[in-house]
């Protein structure tokens, strides 16, 4: 084994000391989403943005808070609401101390490239006009003003939206979903224990101050986007998970060729799209991400199973006449995929 | 010489009056014209007639030569009273010379009228049309009068009328059926040549042992053949491939390695086995995602072993059902 591999071996070794600090940093915080916050550092160590949705109070912004601040870095928060418009995000204007008119740089732009974590609280309730700024954020760290362009090299962008009201919101675009790298579902945990936790620890009470009583900036945030790339890298894929992996992303666009079936439901006609190849390169990462926190040097079907759904679901869209039931047939066709695909 | 002129003048005189005759005889008729008119008809029964009977006349009609039928001088197919339906009509050119044209006509009926007693009725009159350059003839062919009789049975004295054996209403009689004896046979000798033929492609291509063979019982014949090959590495990764198709047919589902536990949970007769089936697992997974290397003979062996053993736990299963 070369010397290069050896210091790649024990700084990967290093680093996932680093994730797991991480994650029992923000598992101490969060009680009962341990699979979600396993996710996210999967995400984190892929350099993904995350969506977070889920019913209103289970803790989806706490959760994104404890994460941005155990992450370290420049954090910025910032809420959706109807009236938002993209040069919120880019400057402001006021009347400075002189008396004067005077334009500053807005959220975004203020912490240069220091920024690591940009928190769009609510999502859903911003203009499409907002979306479509975040769209080239997203996808190019990167926004032009000023006439010049802002690098944002070490961003990740952590967004959430309540799926409950509907009043006054705005869909997401496929495009910008897309972009997103996970979304993740949040429920209440189930577990008695947990939820008498929740209803009767004081600990839990306030979240301001349960977000500051954990540990701030665990992992040296700026070292991230090349460990990202060590581990995908590092982390090997077989021939046979290679076509493991391939075939689950072709049965989930093309359920009725593998012979998937669905109750009541016409599989020829069920997926309209998604899964493209934005979609399948996050799968086959977070897979080689995963593998890497669960301390393996390959990729297993494991890996697929664990970060599937947060990886795929949001990226399929079906025929509008399944939309009324739209999340469980989107569910029986992933169960469908997993249970039907062999490997070998 | 005198005696043969005699004759000849005589037999002259003879020939002429021949002629004469002819001319006489024939002439009358070359002269007069050809009459129109109907010269042929069959019209059926016209009694004893039952709602629903089909009516059917049949017509021969003359006209001159120079005169042609026109078709939609024909009535329309359709209904011609409440009780009378004209199903169809049709004509066709059966002869024709210099002199005249024979036409057959033919009308189909159905009546539908349904009498309590015997009712006489008619088939009203029809006039068909032939045109000739700026001439026209008309045929009428007349109303045909025929008695209806009623749908209704005639109960004689004496004869129950109940439900009881001696009903008067029968059931009717069983349609005769065609012989097909002979057919019967081919088609059982064809039957059974095929069945043969296609248990003797099955047996060859194994799948009659298949479907008797548990899962495993089929992936032990499968590694067995393929470790006469072990030295190749693709016979290796087959043979795997063949114990984890066992799996998922036992499964009912693609399992993999961290669905093992539950697994076993839901198949409590391989619990014995579950280190094994957890070690085949770890194995596979080395093999086929990471190293990729061909398997030993005792690699081979382990799997055989495996596979005996859960085929062995399934038949007991089975057995115990």
Same mark, same amino acid.
């Given at each position: 084994?070369?010397?290069?591999?050896?210091?790649?071996?024990?700084?990967?070794?290093?680093?996932?000391?680093?994730?797991?600090? #991480?994650?029992?940093?923000?598992?101490?915080?969060?009680?009962?989403? +341990?699979? !979600? !916050?396993?996710? @996210?550092?999967?995400?984190?160590?892929?350099?993904?943005?995350?969506?977070?949705?889920?019913?209103?109070?289970?803790?989806?912004?706490?959760?994104?808070?404890?994460?941005?601040?155990?992450?370290?870095?420049?954090?910025?928060? !910032?809420?959706?609401?109807?009236?938002?418009?993209?040069?919120?995000?880019?400057?402001?204007?006021?009347?400075?101390?002189?008396?004067?008119?005077?334009?500053?740089?807005?959220?975004?732009?203020?912490?240069?490239?220091?920024?690591?974590?940009?928190?769009?609280?609510?999502?859903?309730?911003? &203009?499409?006009?907002?979306?479509?700024?975040? #769209?080239?954020?997203?996808?190019?760290?990167?926004?032009?003003?000023?006439?010049?362009?802002?690098?944002?090299?070490?961003?990740?962008?952590?967004?959430?939206?309540?799926?409950?009201?509907?009043? /006054?919101?705005?869909?997401?675009?496929?495009?910008?979903?897309?972009?997103?790298? @996970? +979304?993740?579902?949040?429920?209440?945990?189930?577990? /008695?224990?947990?939820?008498?936790?929740?209803?009767?620890?004081?600990?839990?009470?306030?979240?301001?101050?349960?977000?500051?009583?954990?540990?701030?900036?665990?992992?040296?945030?700026?070292?991230?986007? /090349?460990?990202?790339?060590?581990?995908?890298?590092?982390?090997?894929?077989?021939?046979?998970?290679?076509?493991?992996?391939?075939?689950?992303?072709?049965? #989930?666009?093309?359920?009725?060729?593998?012979?998937?079936?669905?109750?009541?439901?016409?599989?020829?006609?069920?997926?309209?799209?998604? @899964?493209?190849?934005?979609? !399948?390169?996050?799968?086959?990462?977070?897979? &080689?991400?995963?593998?890497?926190?669960?301390?393996?040097?390959?990729?297993?079907? /494991?890996?697929?199973?664990?970060?599937?759904?947060?990886?795929?679901?949001?990226?399929?869209?079906?025929?509008?006449?399944?939309?009324?039931?739209?999340?469980?047939?989107?569910?029986?066709?992933?169960?469908?995929?997993?249970?039907?695909?062999?490997?070998? | 010489?005198?005696?043969?002129?005699?004759?000849?003048?005589?037999?002259?005189?003879?020939?002429?009056?021949?002629?004469?005759?002819?001319?006489?005889?024939?002439?009358?008729?070359?002269?007069?014209?050809?009459?129109?008119?109907?010269?042929?008809?069959?019209?059926?029964?016209?009694?004893?007639?039952?709602?629903?009977?089909?009516?059917?006349?049949?017509?021969?009609?003359?006209?001159?030569?120079?005169?042609?039928?026109?078709?939609?001088?024909?009535?329309?197919?359709?209904?011609?009273?409440?009780?009378?339906?004209?199903?169809?009509?049709?004509?066709?050119?059966?002869?024709?010379?210099?002199?005249?044209?024979?036409?057959?006509?033919?009308?189909?009926?159905?009546?539908?009228?349904?009498?309590?007693?015997?009712?006489?009725?008619?088939?009203?009159?029809?006039?068909?049309?032939?045109?000739?350059?700026?001439?026209?003839?008309?045929?009428?062919?007349?109303?045909?009068? =025929?008695?209806?009789?009623?749908?209704?049975?005639?109960?004689?004295?004496?004869?129950?009328?109940?439900?009881? $054996?001696?009903?008067?209403?029968?059931?009717?009689?069983?349609?005769?059926?065609?012989?097909?004896?002979?057919?019967? *046979?081919?088609?059982?000798?064809?039957?059974?040549?095929?069945?043969?033929?296609?248990?003797?492609?099955?047996?060859? %291509?194994?799948?009659?042992?298949?479907?008797?063979?548990?899962? =495993?019982?089929?992936?032990?014949?499968?590694?067995?053949?393929?470790?006469?090959?072990?030295?190749?590495?693709?016979?290796?990764? *087959?043979?795997?491939?063949?114990?984890?198709?066992?799996?998922?047919?036992?499964? %009912?589902?693609?399992?993999?390695?961290?669905?093992?536990?539950?697994?076993?949970?839901?198949?409590?007769?391989?619990?014995?086995?579950?280190?094994?089936?957890?070690?085949?697992?770890?194995?596979?997974?080395?093999?086929?995602?990471?190293? *990729?290397?061909?398997?030993?003979?005792?690699?081979?062996?382990?799997?055989? $072993?495996?596979?005996?053993?859960?085929?062995?736990?399934?038949?007991?299963?089975?057995?115990?059902?």
């Amino acid at each position: 084994m070369s010397n290069v591999a050896v210091n790649s071996d024990n700084l990967l070794h290093d680093w996932h000391q680093k994730a797991a600090t #991480l994650q029992q940093n923000i598992n101490q915080t969060i009680l009962g989403q +341990e699979h !979600i !916050i396993e996710l @996210m550092v999967v995400a984190i160590f892929c350099r993904g943005h995350i969506l977070l949705e889920g019913d209103v109070g289970v803790g989806k912004t706490t959760l994104l808070r404890a994460a941005a601040e155990s992450l370290g870095g420049d954090f910025e928060r !910032i809420e959706g609401t109807i009236d938002l418009m993209p040069h919120d995000l880019v400057y402001y204007t006021h009347i400075a101390n002189d008396g004067k008119p005077a334009v500053n740089e807005g959220p975004l732009l203020k912490h240069g490239q220091d920024l690591s974590i940009f928190f769009f609280n609510e999502i859903n309730r911003a &203009r499409p006009q907002v979306h479509s700024l975040l #769209l080239r954020v997203m996808a190019e760290r990167s926004v032009s003003a000023f006439n010049k362009t802002f690098h944002f090299p070490h961003l990740q962008v952590f967004a959430d939206r309540n799926r409950i009201e509907k009043d /006054e919101t705005f869909e997401l675009p496929a495009a910008a979903r897309d972009r997103f790298m @996970m +979304e993740l579902h949040i429920k209440q945990p189930k577990a /008695e224990d947990q939820l008498k936790e929740l209803m009767f620890n004081t600990r839990y009470y306030d979240a301001d101050k349960l977000v500051d009583s954990a540990d701030k900036a665990v992992l040296p945030f700026n070292q991230l986007n /090349e460990i990202a790339v060590m581990i995908q890298d590092q982390i090997h894929v077989s021939e046979t998970i290679q076509n493991y992996g391939f075939h689950l992303c072709q049965a #989930l666009r093309r359920p009725q060729d593998y012979d998937i079936k669905i109750s009541d439901i016409d599989t020829e006609k069920l997926v309209l799209g998604g @899964m493209g190849p934005r979609g !399948i390169s996050y799968l086959a990462r977070s897979a &080689r991400a995963h593998a890497w926190l669960k301390q393996r040097h390959t990729v297993t079907p /494991e890996d697929f199973h664990a970060v599937i759904r947060a990886i795929s679901k949001h990226r399929i869209f079906i025929n509008p006449v399944y939309n009324y039931n739209g999340e469980a047939i989107i569910e029986e066709l992933i169960n469908g995929v997993l249970n039907t695909i062999p490997s070998p | 010489m005198v005696v043969n002129s005699l004759l000849k003048h005589k037999m002259q005189k003879i020939g002429g009056g021949v002629l004469w005759l002819l001319v006489l005889i024939i002439s009358p008729v070359q002269a007069e014209e050809v009459r129109s008119g109907i010269v042929e008809q069959s019209l059926g029964r016209d009694f004893g007639i039952l709602v629903g009977d089909i009516i059917e006349h049949y017509y021969v009609v003359q006209v001159p030569a120079a005169y042609s039928l026109t078709p939609a001088s024909l009535p329309p197919s359709g209904e011609m009273d409440y009780w009378l339906q004209l199903l169809n009509s049709e004509y066709e050119l059966i002869a024709e010379n210099n002199q005249f044209r024979h036409y057959r006509l033919h009308f189909t009926f159905q009546t539908f009228y349904a009498p309590l007693d015997v009712r006489a009725l008619t088939i009203p009159a029809l006039t068909v049309r032939f045109i000739a350059d700026d001439k026209a003839e008309q045929i009428t062919l007349p109303a045909w009068h =025929f008695t209806m009789s009623p749908l209704k049975e005639i109960a004689p004295r004496g004869v129950a009328s109940d439900s009881n $054996q001696n009903a008067f209403m029968k059931a009717d009689l069983r349609p005769k059926t065609i012989p097909i004896s002979g057919l019967q *046979q081919q088609v059982w000798i064809l039957s059974l040549t095929l069945l043969g033929l296609l248990l003797i492609w099955m047996s060859l %291509k194994g799948y009659f042992f298949a479907f008797t063979r548990s899962p =495993f019982q089929q992936a032990f014949h499968q590694v067995k053949r393929l470790r006469k090959h072990h030295y190749e590495p693709s016979a290796f990764y *087959q043979a795997l491939q063949a114990v984890h198709l066992a799996f998922n047919r036992l499964a %009912k589902q693609a399992l993999f390695a961290h669905q093992v536990d539950t697994f076993v949970l839901q198949h409590a007769e391989l619990k014995p086995y579950q280190q094994k089936i957890d070690d085949f697992y770890q194995l596979s997974t080395e093999v086929l995602y990471s190293e *990729q290397k061909a398997g030993s003979l005792n690699d081979f062996d382990q799997l055989l $072993q495996l596979c005996r053993q859960l085929a062995g736990v399934e038949k007991l299963a089975l057995k115990k059902s």
